[in-house]
Antibody
Framework: EVQLLESGGGLVQPGGSLRLSCAAS????????MSWVRQAPGKGLEWVSA????????YYADSVKGRFTISRDNSKNTLYLQMNSLRAEDTAVYYC??????????????????WGQGTLVTVSS | DIQMTQSPSSLSASVGDRVTITCRAS??????LNWYQQKPGKAPKLLIY???SLQSGVPSRFSGSGSGTDFTLTISSLQREDFATYYC??????????FGGGTKVEIK
């Protein structure tokens, strides 16, 4: 059974830092792209960042580029999100997400097939 | 960047109604379109991928259609457990997966 368990959320002051972790189990962690998706209170879903299976390629939303760093430790089956220079607008539930895929003879499709339970990050003075 | 626009943002319907939600992409995304359902306090759940393929375990009353820029999620006969918020997501620019703004389906 696939499980994703986030930790590290909490209350932080504007300009502060926080590191989120996501412990994964039930699948071959290093074979899959992993992502972080956030949801501000009462708002919709926003893709934040993704990392390739090897960790060698990383991707960021414009809203967090230069402030957040995604990484993974495949020996520990753990995904991370280092968040620096936090702003009030970063307040959200942060979900760890596993990307799955399906390929036909001509195209490959990706989607998020498993999500963690989420961890709340509150940026406030 | 590809923008995703959903309509309506909310709707009221009764059990047994046929419900249709629309998602429009700012440029062609072929059929790289997924749909998710989210209930309050829970993580989203994948319903449809590749615009029209039903995820395993999802009831057949859910269906998806469309290609290019215009897509539709249809619930053929709304059940009580279907009251939730629905999101479309494009995967054309994977791994950057942009979501639509969401459609909240409420009880009339």
């Amino acid at each position: 059974e696939v499980q994703l368990l986030e930790s590290g959320g909490g209350l932080v002051q504007p300009g502060g830092s926080l590191r989120l972790s996501c412990a994964a189990s039930g699948f071959t962690f290093s074979s899959y792209v992993m992502s972080w998706v956030r949801q501000a209170p009462g708002k919709g879903l926003e893709w934040v960042s993704a990392v390739s299976g090897s960790g060698g390629s990383t991707y960021y939303a414009d809203s967090v580029k230069g402030r957040f760093t995604i990484s993974r430790d495949n020996s520990k089956n753990t995904l991370y999100l280092q968040m620096n220079s936090l702003r009030a607008e970063d307040t959200a539930v942060y979900y760890c997400a596993k990307e799955g895929g399906y390929c036909t003879s001509t195209r490959c499709y990706t989607y998020i097939d498993y999500w963690g339970q989420g961890t709340l990050v509150t940026v406030s003075s | 960047d590809i923008q995703m626009t959903q309509s309506p943002s909310s709707l009221s319907a009764s059990v047994g109604d046929r419900v249709t939600i629309t998602c429009r992409a700012s440029q062609s995304i072929h059929n790289y379109l997924n749909w998710y359902q989210q209930k309050p306090g829970k993580a989203p759940k994948l319903l449809i991928y590749a615009a029209s393929s039903l995820q395993s375990g999802v009831p057949s009353r859910f269906s998806g259609s469309g290609s290019g820029t215009d897509f539709t999620l249809t619930i053929s006969s709304l059940q009580r457990e279907d009251f939730a918020t629905y999101y479309c997501q494009q995967s054309s620019s994977t791994p950057e997966l942009t979501f639509g703004g969401g459609t909240k389906v409420e009880i009339k």
